[in-house]
């Protein structure tokens, strides 16, 4: 056999070997939804069950972001979950007791939301009190705080202009137009055609700089399918009632943190400081100022996922937000963030929130008890993260 020949097996396998790391959970979460479209004999992927998965996991993917950027940093932030739902009582005694404008409420909830972030990450930046023992703390208080302004009762119903930030859709153009929804369709096949030119682009920058890049048939097969994935997806999610409001959220913060995390100087830093704070340091970071600001970030997103909970709800309750930390924390690691900081991806962390999202979803139509469900994403936890481990010692 050539020289030439046992070249291009190598470097064929070394192509593969390398996209199966980079894409091997977009793998697994495509595998998990055929298994499940099977098993539920197709009712995974119906359009109104697609558009409810959606709406049941947008403020987990929402809070995913803020985490990532958190765990990144070699922090946690166990407090998510409370600060949710304190915020949606927040927003019921603000809209529904006193009869606060709805966009007003949701603006000072947001800065609520900042506020609690600010607090707790001074203690973590600027004390060095380890953020788990922080955030536990404020989980509690959090958790007390809403009991006690909802007075042990549920508060609501909302306003319908409120209830708009979770269950409402886009508006369609076309008047009169039915499902599947030209304005949605055209959205999502516009999504599609941006993704395949900014990936393009990318790739012209790579050759540009003299940087390695994919074969050119393996790119162009890459790119046919993310087009024809966000098209059928789009087209399925159009013929119910088109894009929901929340979607569009997700897809606007999803790639305003897409862009910070890879295109700017502050989201390398944070993966400095990740990646060895004491470096970073000496390097000319403000170590101390980037965590801060990451816990900020945190409450905020926080806030906008127990708005947009308390809205799909149309009620605020003492319990609202108990238990998402879990699902939060293990979305990051399942999509490859690292325990021990410095490692993660937004597209990562998403991706790990729509397998939580299509798990809890599959075995919910399949009719599996909440404590087997309890059971089996504690085992895909700890799996995600002794690959993380593993690979840290290779």
């Known amino acids: 056999m050539s020289e030439a020949v046992i070249g291009g097996e190598r470097h064929g396998l070394a192509l593969l070997k390398s996209h199966l790391r980079e894409f091997g959970m977009v793998l697994s979460l495509f595998a998990i939804m055929i298994f499940f479209e099977i098993m539920t004999d197709g ?8 558009t ?36 949606g009582a927040v927003a019921a005694v603000l809209i529904v007791r006193y009869h606060l404008d709805p966009f007003i409420a949701t603006l000072v909830c947001l800065v609520v939301g900042g506020l609690i972030g600010a607090m707790q990450g001074y203690w973590v930046a600027y004390f060095k009190i380890p953020s788990f023992i922080v955030t536990l703390a404020g989980m509690l208080v ?37 499902p ?28 540009r ?15 046919a399918v993310l087009f024809g994935v966000v098209v059928y997806f789009t087209y399925l999610i159009a013929s119910h009632r088109g894009l929901p409001n929340v979607l569009v959220i997700m897809g606007v913060l999803i790639a305003l943190y897409a862009f910070l ?4 100087t502050i989201g390398r ?9 004491r470096a970073a340091k000496l390097s000319g970071i403000k170590t101390e100022r980037l965590t801060f600001l990451t816990f900020v970030n945190m409450g905020v997103l926080a806030a906008l996922a127990g708005l947009i909970f308390a809205a799909r709800l149309n009620t605020a309750t003492p319990k609202a937000g108990l238990g998402f930390e879990l699902d939060v924390i293990a979305a990051c690691f399942i999509g490859g963030a690292s325990a021990y900081g410095g490692v993660g991806t937004v597209a990562g962390a998403v991706t ?19 404590d087997y469900q309890q059971v089996i994403k504690g085992i895909v936890l700890l799996g995600a993260v002794c690959l993380d481990v593993y690979n840290k010692r290779r």
């Open 209 to 223: 700089h003299d940087m390695p890049v994919d074969p050119w048939g393996f790119f162009v097969a890459k790119n």
């Open 269 to 277: 830093q944070i993966y400095a400081v990740g990646g060895n704070e």
């Open 261 to 264: 995390t890879a295109r700017t």
């Open 43 to 50: 009712t995974l992927l119906r359009p109104l069950n697609l």
């Open 180 to 207: 599947p929804y030209p304005t949605s369709l055209a959205l999502g096949t516009a999504l599609a055609i941006l993704l395949v030119f900014l990936s393009w682009r990318g790739r012209v920058r790579e050759m």
């Open 52 to 87: 409810n998965l959606v709406l049941q996991n947008s403020y987990i993917v929402i809070m995913a972001l803020g985490m990532l950027m958190v765990i990144v940093t070699g922090h946690i932030d166990l407090s998510v979950g409370s600060v949710a739902g304190f915020i």
């Open 352 to 370: 790990g929130a729509l397998i939580m999202g299509v798990m809890n979803n599959g075995m919910s139509i399949l009719g599996i008890g909440i």
């Open 142 to 178: 959090f958790k007390g705080a809403a009991l006690g302004i909802l007075q042990g009762a549920s508060l609501g119903p909302f306003p319908v202009s409120f209830q708009k930030l979770s269950s409402g859709f886009i508006p369609e153009l076309v008047a009169g137009a039915g």
